[in-house]
């Protein structure tokens, strides 16, 4: 009977808890979305709470932008919410960073349509990390290879690297592997891109007069093409040997998910709500006697 009356008062226990977490969670959301917009994008580029929003770092806009729009819309389900934050952030960022007057042909103009590209991206990509810890690994790698800020970018791709442990089973011990190889594949095909896109940015200046926005924009992309086509193997092989350390911080923190679940697999079976039968809620028999 002691027994019984202990178990009940944990299962009410986690109950509350639980029922708790579930009311404050959009809330605790929509703030660390807002908070980690500037930081997430834009650490170590500007003054805090700034945006280098000039028209010679139009890449940098972009680029960042698109990493913290992802990054709120991984933490903000609610659609209203989440365009919320990214708007309000976005918003914020140009009245404290936006020029008074252009310094460049049609600048101002362009920032908007940046921010705008960006923060569209970025949600699209950002809320496919809803979809359980693959797919929250896949987000947290493009995002590690997007953003320009100074923050070790490294710790973010150790812990997507690590999160497909989170549902690893023996059985499915190669679907694990291969979603590693897959996140891993993703975060260089960003940090690619995003390297392509700054070397192909780097070609223009106030002075140029191509003519039109379109033969700027067709300028670019051939120049951050001839980037990727002509060195794709180098900068690869750049960008693993700089992370070279984090890869090592991202086993151990696999090896801590596989610990903590076998760990927490008894406690979860403890505190899981019985039915009146005293079986575990969810259970599901065939209904057939047992032999």
């Not at 178990?7 to 808890?17: E, F, H, I, L, P």
């Not at 579930?22 to 979305?33: C, D, E, H, K, S």
């Not at 290879?145 to 999160?163: D, H, M, Y």
């Not at 223009?204 to 067709?218: D, Y």
Request: a positive charge; glycine letters at 8%; proline letters at 6%.
């Amino acid at each position: 009977m002691a027994d019984d009356a202990v178990g009940s008062a944990q299962q009410g226990r986690g109950v509350a808890v639980r029922a708790a977490w579930r009311r404050a969670r959009p809330v605790a959301a929509v703030v660390l979305a807002a908070l980690l917009w500037w930081p997430t994008g834009f650490w170590g580029l500007d003054d805090w709470l700034h945006v280098p929003l000039r028209a010679i770092e139009g890449d940098v806009v972009v680029l960042s932008a698109t990493a913290s729009a992802a990054v709120v819309a991984a933490l903000v389900t609610a659609p209203w919410p989440r365009l919320a934050v990214v708007a309000g952030c976005s918003a914020l960022a140009w009245w404290t960073s936006a020029p008074a007057v252009d310094t460049a042909p049609d600048e101002r103009e362009v920032l908007v349509l940046l921010l705008l590209a960006a923060a569209v991206t970025g949600v699209l990509l950002g809320r496919r990390a809803g979809r359980g810890p693959v797919a929250c690994a896949a987000v947290l790698a493009v995002v590690a290879g997007l953003t320009q800020a100074t923050w070790p970018t490294g710790a973010a791709l150790a812990v997507a690297l690590a999160l497909p442990f989170a549902v690893a089973t023996w059985d499915r011990v190669a679907p694990t592997l291969w979603s590693v190889a897959g996140v891993l594949l993703l975060w260089l095909l960003a940090s690619l891109g995003a390297l392509a896109l700054r070397h192909g940015w780097d070609i223009l200046h106030p002075q140029m007069n191509v003519g039109s926005k379109r033969g700027e924009l067709r300028l670019v992309v051939e120049a951050a093409w001839d980037f990727v086509r002509t060195q794709w193997r180098s900068a690869t092989t750049g960008l693993l040997e700089a992370q070279a350390g984090w890869f090592w911080v991202a086993l151990v923190l696999a090896l801590a998910l596989v610990v903590a679940r076998l760990v927490a697999a008894p406690l979860r079976r403890r505190l899981a709500p019985a039915d009146p039968t005293g079986q575990p809620a969810g259970r599901v028999t065939s209904g057939a006697p047992r032999r």
